[in-house]
């Protein structure tokens, strides 16, 4: 008796994706790629480096940040001179991204708000980690700030603007310039997939944003760790959050702990 042919299996049909999870206040900030933009980081640091820079041109030069120092340095060559110089290479380099990545001008201005909310939320792990470590280490781990000047110490706002400064161009350097740097380098170079390249340049960059702290400062492997630490997670947050949220945590950080070392 011939058998009779196995009729084909009906294809099973396909499971609909998986609604995404309700995160609660983080849902609206991890669907907002908008904050992550160039454009919408450079408006929404704008408070920040008017502070800053008003207070070097109007009050004193002398709260200038090493950051912003290193980065009139190493233009002087050019023939580039002055306060307003890093100014003009963080607008510069975020509005020439901006063009080069064709994002529309327009964004929602409830989008800053979202901002202000991450950098708050954000900045509290870094705040608790700088506890920890101090507490490991049992002393305190200080921040060089006002960097150019300590002896503006006592004067109250010298903290507040020279932390605008020391958080706005150490991301300029060590994150946007650097992070972004070896990202290329690990991708077209050694041939690693985006996720190993961001890891190979958060590891690296991290590494050499703490090494860039001993320089004039006593070496302390609490201190060396801390900003090692440190440096991952404001790579991290640069990578997948964005120069302008990464940026703002490092502000508010820096104020926040000069709060309380007493130093405001």
């Given at each position: 008796m011939p058998k009779r042919p196995h009729a084909p299996k009906k294809p099973k049909p396909a499971r609909p994706p998986a609604a995404p999870k309700d995160l609660g206040v983080w849902s609206g900030i991890l669907r907002a790629p908008e904050a992550a933009r160039p454009w919408p980081s450079l408006v929404f640091l704008a408070p920040f480096l008017a502070l800053y820079t008003v207070g070097l041109l109007v009050l004193r030069p002398g709260w200038a940040a090493t950051a912003d120092l290193w980065l009139r340095r190493a233009m002087a060559p050019l023939g580039l001179t002055g306060e307003l110089v890093p100014v003009g290479i963080l607008v510069v380099v975020l509005l020439v991204w901006h063009l080069f990545r064709r994002d529309a001008w327009r964004f929602p201005p409830a989008l800053l708000g979202t901002m202000?909310?991450?950098?708050?939320?954000?900045?509290?792990?870094?705040?608790g980690l700088h506890g920890l470590f101090q507490a490991i280490a049992h002393s305190p781990i200080t921040l060089?700030?006002?960097?150019?000047?300590?002896?503006?110490?006592?004067?109250?706002?010298?903290?507040?603007?020279?932390?605008?400064?020391?958080?706005?161009?150490?991301?300029?350097?060590?994150?946007?310039?650097?992070?972004?740097?070896?990202?290329?380098?690990?991708?077209?170079?050694?041939?690693?997939?985006?996720?190993?390249?961001?890891?190979?340049?958060?590891?690296?960059?991290?590494?050499?944003?703490?090494?860039?702290?001993?320089?004039?400062?006593p070496f302390t492997w609490s201190a060396f760790l801390f900003r090692t630490a440190a440096g991952v997670y404001l790579s991290t947050l640069f990578a997948y959050r964005g120069f302008g949220v990464a940026a703002a945590v490092h502000c508010v950080f820096n104020v926040v702990i000069k709060v309380a070392a007493g130093g405001i």
């Open positions: 202000i909310i991450e950098t708050l939320l954000l900045a509290v792990p870094l705040i060089s700030i006002p960097a150019a000047a300590p002896e503006l110490d006592t004067d109250r706002l010298a903290p507040i603007v020279t932390s605008m400064g020391t958080g706005i161009y150490e991301e300029l350097i060590f994150r946007l310039m650097l992070v972004s740097l070896l990202i290329v380098l690990a991708r077209h170079f050694m041939g690693l997939q985006e996720d190993g390249a961001i890891v190979a340049a958060v590891l690296v960059a991290a590494g050499i944003f703490a090494g860039a702290h001993t320089i004039g400062n």
